[in-house]
């Protein structure tokens, strides 16, 4: 099946540093990435959506230049975290969908963020 | 609004039991449907879609627009069975909405 992976699978950075987490379709292309932030014990919530080349969409109450979105091919998307704070420790998933089925998404394993 | 509703965030029974995780939605267009599943430790996956009407792991769910619902259902809970089961909304659009998602512990 079709695999996403996330590096690095946790980190811990101190306030006011930025973070990059990358996201990977391993063996296939994705056209579409996006990229969720769940909380303890919450569901997961989507932040923004990127096709390759373009500049991601990003949901309501998601600050664009806070949580800077690049995907610069169809296998690599990164989420990198500006200016991190307190606030911003959670779990940031990614999945990725690709030719085929058009509907499903694959889910990268996540990464835990702990910011000082 | 929340459009996508799991009533329980803990479901508990007995092996062998019948299982039922409720997911209602809210949605005016024909909407999509997916229930994900996510075990201890790994990563979220896809359980089922209602357009592939199929049966996987013994569930099953099936859409019912007048009720705006689509529960997951399994006849006879496995222990194995226990993990975190999300539904999730497509609306039109690549992008999922998840509801907030319900246990399911299976005690032998």
């Known amino acids: 099946g079709a695999v996403v992976s996330q590096h690095p699978s946790w980190v811990i950075c101190k306030s006011g540093t930025s973070v990059k987490i990358e996201c990977r379709s391993l063996?296939?292309?994705?056209?579409?990435m996006f990229w969720y932030r769940q909380f303890p014990k919450q569901s997961l919530m989507l932040m923004a959506t990127?096709?390759?080349?373009?500049?991601?969409?990003?949901e309501q109450g998601v600050e664009k230049d806070k949580f800077l979105i690049n995907h610069a091919s169809l296998t690599l998307s990164t989420l990198t975290v500006t200016s991190a704070h307190p606030e911003d420790s959670s779990f940031y998933i990614c999945?990725?969908?690709?030719?085929?089925?058009?509907?499903?998404?694959?889910f990268g394993p996540g990464t835990r963020l702990t910011v000082l | 609004a929340q459009r996508v509703t799991q009533p329980e965030k803990l479901l508990s029974v007995f092996k062998g039991a019948p299982v039922e995780l409720k997911c209602n939605y809210s949605?005016?267009?024909?909407?999509?449907l997916f229930w994900y599943v996510q075990y201890s430790r790994q990563r979220l996956q896809l359980l089922l879609r209602?357009?592939s009407r199929e049966s996987i792991k013994g569930f099953t769910a099936d859409l019912n627009k007048g009720e705006t619902s689509f529960h997951l259902k399994k006849p006879f809970a496995q222990e194995e069975d226990s993990a975190m089961y999300y539904c999730?909304?497509?609306?039109?659009?690549?992008?999922?909405?998840f509801g907030t998602g319900t246990r399911l512990q299976v005690f032998p």
């Open positions: 999945s990725a969908s690709g030719p085929f089925p058009l509907d499903e998404q694959f």
């Open positions: 063996d296939f292309q994705a056209t579409t």
């Open positions: 990127s096709n390759e080349g373009s500049k991601a969409t990003y």
């Open positions: 949605y005016s267009g024909s909407p999509e």
């Open positions: 209602h357009i």
């Open positions: 999730a909304l497509n609306e039109d659009t690549d992008k999922l909405i």
